[in-house]
């Protein structure tokens, strides 16, 4: 019973373009929700994160849209890099106070020059 | 700052073998996981420490499985025996008593049974 689900395992975007990484979730307790990114060899890296009150949160080049209603969130990269190749997980824990996240199973985005 | 530290980096053992993996976490966060990542799954939480009690354990394979973290500072997860499906990266994590916190991983141990 995944609760965390990234149906897309993989996506292609040209260097420059936008990339679009979606996840949708099914437990309504969670609140707080988190993107990260992996390199291979390399543990996963904190990239932006968003509360359940709030609907976006942008960081640079990295925004995160929550769509409460429909459980679903979605990561937008614009413009794409090189470097942004790399297996993107999304996140999800039902808050307070560390609690553990529950991982979907990752997209791997590959930025084509 | 030092990020999270894991040792080793990569083991490879036989079934029924026993191994022991290390977690150095990030200084002063008093909360630590450990992830089981199987390939082509997302990282599952294996058991999660506050301090050097344990909170979430509820996922551990406890027949096989165990984990201390002793002075509530590193952290050894050990696999006593191991089986083919535990071949996996078991990844640490570490944060602090904020709300809205972020977790920190360490690069991991690839661990690959035979």
């Known amino acids: 019973d995944q609760q965390v689900k990234q149906n897309s395992p993989s996506l292609s975007v040209q260097e420059g373009r936008i990339s679009i990484l979606n996840c949708d979730y099914t437990n309504s307790m969670f609140d707080y929700f988190l993107w990260y990114k992996k390199y291979p060899a390399e543990g996963p890296t904190f990239l932006i994160s968003i509360s359940s009150i709030k609907d976006k949160n942008e960081d640079g080049r990295f925004t995160v849209f929550l769509n409460k209603s429909a459980k679903h969130l979605s990561l937008h990269i614009v413009p794409s890099q090189p470097g942004d190749s790399a297996v993107y997980f999304c996140a999800a824990s039902a808050g307070v106070l560390n609690t553990p996240l529950v991982f979907g199973k990752g997209t791997r985005l590959s930025v084509i020059a | 700052e030092a990020g999270v530290a894991q040792s080793p980096r990569y083991k490879i053992i036989e079934k029924r073998q026993s191994v022991a993996f290390w977690c150095n976490p990030i200084s002063g966060h008093a909360t630590l996981y450990w992830y089981q990542q199987i390939l082509g799954q997302g990282p599952k939480l294996l058991i999660q420490?506050?301090?050097?009690?344990?909170?979430?354990d509820s996922q551990l394979p406890k027949d096989r499985f165990s984990a201390e973290r002793l002075k509530g500072v590193d952290s050894t997860l050990k696999i006593q025996p191991a089986k083919l499906e535990d071949s996996a990266v078991y990844l640490c994590?570490?944060?602090?008593?904020?709300?809205?916190?972020?977790?920190?991983f360490g690069p991991g141990t690839r661990l690959t049974v035979t």
């Open positions: 994590a570490s944060s602090s008593n904020r709300v809205g916190y972020e977790q920190y």
């Open positions: 420490f506050q301090n050097n009690g344990v909170v979430d």
